[in-house]
């Protein structure tokens, strides 16, 4: 995370289609001149705070907008049904109030889809990246999909965990299993043969719910594709990998990207914080409760709040030259 200690502004946005908002994080970029923008959306449940990494490496290099979905992080439910289609309609409206062009849209797991569908309907989009795309649709049954992303989740780090649950809290169980059905009949390797942009594929090495097999039908059905894996990753690798997701998009939509290759943990790990110690830790931990309970409070300034915060926490800890207080 080099030049993380330069000023960036996190700032909280949103955007309301149908009578649901969606919240927009929306980071800065330090790039001069006219950088791209990178809409980030994750999966089912989850939040924008997975992005706390791969957000500010991007930022780099160009605006950043990480997507909390309504019935996700605190939003509340929509009455419609939470279909890929209807998510895409939140990110399409993402895409018209910054009048962003071109951007780079890069979803995980559910986002992947609602990422596919946008391509889909935009086809003046150039570049798109699919993290960890689900569901295999050979492995479609419920119990089954449970199976494997219980086994992905063994290869997953604390601080991943932590976050899944927090997320999954906020979200609700009724919410998650009135998504749950709509992710299940969703056929990637169908939709993906209509989307002319050109495909970034990304898998972790243990990620049993994004199987190889899987990934081969996808480059097979997209008309330009490429496909990378990191190794010694598992499902949720755009959190401790962000730095291989990062890189591998910022060549992908260079197109200096091999159409196949792996990473190693190494090369894709978020390494340790330069300036680390008990306060950083305890600092950062608090932002991140402070944003769960505005979240659930409805409290959108206090979001806010706490989303910059956590942010210059990180900017601090992962500097060089600076203490982490």
Excluded at 96 to 123: C, D, W, Y
């Amino acid at each position: 995370m080099a030049r993380a200690h330069e000023p960036t502004d996190v700032t909280v946005d949103h955007v309301e289609v149908h009578g649901a908002r969606t919240r927009i994080t929306h980071v800065e970029s330090i790039a001069e001149g006219s950088p791209p923008s990178f809409i980030l959306v994750a999966g089912v449940g989850v939040a924008a705070s997975y992005f706390e990494f791969l957000a500010p490496i991007l930022a780099r290099h160009g605006q950043v907008f990480a997507l909390d979905l309504p019935g996700f992080a605190g939003m509340p439910r929509p009455d419609d049904q939470p279909t890929a289609a209807y998510f895409a309609d939140h990110v399409e409206a993402v895409i018209e109030k910054f009048a962003l062009e071109n951007p780079v849209l890069i979803g995980h797991s559910m986002g992947t889809q609602i990422v596919t569908e946008v391509l889909h309907r935009r086809t003046e989009l150039s570049h798109g990246v699919l993290v960890s795309p689900v569901v295999n649709d050979r492995e479609a049954a419920p119990q089954k999909v449970a199976l494997r992303f219980g086994q992905s989740a063994t290869k997953e780090s604390m601080h991943v965990a932590l976050m899944a649950l927090s997320a999954y809290l906020l979200c609700g169980v009724v919410y998650f299993l009135t998504v749950l059905p709509h992710l299940l009949r969703y056929r990637l390797v169908d939709r993906i043969a209509d989307v002319e942009a050109s495909i970034l594929l990304i898998r972790g090495e243990f990620d049993t719910t994004s199987p190889r097999r899987f990934h081969s039908r996808l480059v097979d059905a997209a008309s330009r594709s490429r496909r990378w894996e990191i190794l010694g990753a598992s499902h949720s690798i755009i959190n401790g990998h962000a730095v291989g997701v990062a890189d591998l998009v910022l060549r992908h939509i260079g197109d200096e990207l091999p159409q196949r290759g792996q990473l190693t943990s190494e090369e894709a790990s978020v390494p340790p914080a330069r300036h680390s110690d008990v306060a950083m830790v305890w600092n950062a931990a608090m932002t991140r409760a402070a944003e769960w309970f505005s979240a659930l409070r409805g409290d959108e300034r206090g979001v806010a709040r706490a989303k910059l915060a956590h942010a210059r926490i990180l900017w601090r800890a992962y500097s060089p030259g600076r203490s982490a207080g």
